[in-house]
């Protein structure tokens, strides 16, 4: 009897060895990143088992960055976020959920990789849009996500909004007025990145697509036959694209170190070659040197530079009552 009960535990505890050797983890992320994130997360699964002789799998979930804060402060699970909007990071940090020093825990900010706004365009160029002013002609029709609810037109809003304010004589109410053109030239505003994508390639709703660069590489090629074109203006506004462990969910799912690990493993040269593949701009410098060809030179203007930073981002444009409601009112 003592033989079998043994026996019994025995195979109880094989059976449950796989079980064991099992990790899971949630990554929720901005809009755009299905791509990316299905072709980093195998590589990062090979890695993983190499390392710990676990297995991991990596669940994912997309929308506009504001709009998958916010889904985690309602209670999604998220392990860890990657998104494209520090201020969606912060939020949650406020509440508890991210280390109030997430940007000090990776390098550079904890931003792996980065981008900028950029512009795409039907074939031919037919209104010759190359630059940040075109957007702003009574013949053009832009598409990009609504601000409010995406940082992805957040960043399309502070670029434009950045080009304006320092071209010369430049001033924030030059600002405001150049940016309220553009938004009236807006036809219809999605929620996030990808949806506004469709809009302009399944529905073929306006002139140009205004979205991250990676984006607009991508888009040029899964819609080749369209023969859109991928143009990179003169001046943009530097898009980083922050990532942190939730800390709280991830101590209670007993994820904390796969977590870690998968965050830290993005700026590997495997990860950051994948990066490049995907059209991101990378901070390994011998990842970005292979790559540098690919990329065109411009002119990267920063948060910090021009409007002094994310606060006063937050306080003057984003808030309640600021300049992008009163941008919104008047178009």
Known sequence: MITKLRIAALALVLGASPALAQDKILNV????????????????????K??????????????GSSKQARAILEGLPADVVTFNQETDVDVLAKNG???????????NGASPYYSLPAFLVRKGNPKGIKDWSDLARDDVQAVFPNPKTSGNGRYTYL???????????GSPEKAQE????????????????????????????????????????????????QGFEAITPATSLFAAFPVAVVTENAEKNGTLEVSTEYLTWLYTPEAQETLAENHFRVT???????????????KLL??????????????????DGGILDTVFVNR
């Open 29 to 48: 992320s901005y809009d755009i990143a299905r791509e990316l994130f299905e072709a980093l997360n195998p590589e990062f699964q090979t890695y993983w």
């Open 50 to 63: 190499d390392k710990t002789g676990r297995d991991v799998t990596i669940d994912q979930s997309h929308g």
């Open 97 to 107: 959920l991210v280390a109030e020093n997430w940007r000090e825990a990776l390098p």
């Open 159 to 169: 670029a434009a909004y950045a080009y304006a304010l320092t071209q010369e004589g």
């Open 178 to 225: 150049f940016v309220g053109k553009i938004f009236a030239n807006v036809p219809v505003f999605d929620t996030g990145g990808r949806a506004a994508t469709q809009t302009f390639a399944e529905r073929s709703i306006g002139d140009v697509l205004v979205t991250f660069e990676a984006e607009t590489k991508g888009i040029a090629k899964q819609y080749a036959d």
């Open 284 to 298: 390994d410098k011998d990842v970005a040197a292979k790559h540098a060809a690919e990329f065109p030179q411009v």
């Open 302 to 319: 920063t948060v910090d530079e021009v409007f002094g930073g994310w606060d006063k981002v937050n306080a003057e444009h984003l808030a």
